[in-house]
């Protein structure tokens, strides 16, 4: 098993964004369910793309797969607080980028989670990948 990962800070990242927690989010345990993180990644990543003009998911020749992600906790959160995911890209290839994500309460400095979560560029119709188009590379240059 590999070693848990140090817990970040709010300085790791240059975006956030908020993320709304949801009365179904919580489990019988009364915090968080594991599997809503990574809708929190996704919607997080996904929300800054379509902000930026950069997904465009119904006629697009070219679209971004999810091939991999990962998530490390730390402390529960649970409806109704409110959090904030930081992004980050860690990784630049030719066709993927993987990008770092924190989830933080509110106002916090120190991840109740953290992870990653990749996307691969490929053509809507062959799935082959192909080189990340120019325009969504500078953007996500921003983020690195």
């Not at 848990?4 to 927690?21: E, G």
């Not at 594991?34 to 902000?51: K, M, P, Q, R």
Request: net charge negative; proline share 3%; charged share 20%.
């Amino acid at each position: 098993m590999s070693e848990r990962p140090a817990r970040i800070s709010r300085s790791a990242f240059r975006l956030f964004r908020p993320i709304a927690t949801r009365w179904m989010d919580n489990d019988a345990y009364g915090h968080v369910n594991n599997v809503h993180y990574y809708s929190y990644f996704d919607t997080a990543v996904n929300g800054w793309l379509i902000e930026e003009g950069l997904l465009e998911f119904a006629n697009a020749t070219v679209i971004g797969l999810v091939v991999e992600t990962g998530c490390t906790y730390f402390e529960s959160v649970a409806f109704p607080e409110r959090l904030e995911a930081g992004i980050s890209v860690t990784h630049l290839g030719r066709s993927s980028v993987r990008y770092g994500v924190g989830i933080f309460k509110e106002g916090e400095d120190l991840a109740a989670a953290q992870g990653h979560f990749v996307h691969v560029y490929v053509d809507r119709v062959t799935q082959r990948p192909v080189d990340i188009p120019s325009e969504t590379r500078e953007a996500l240059n921003r983020l690195a």
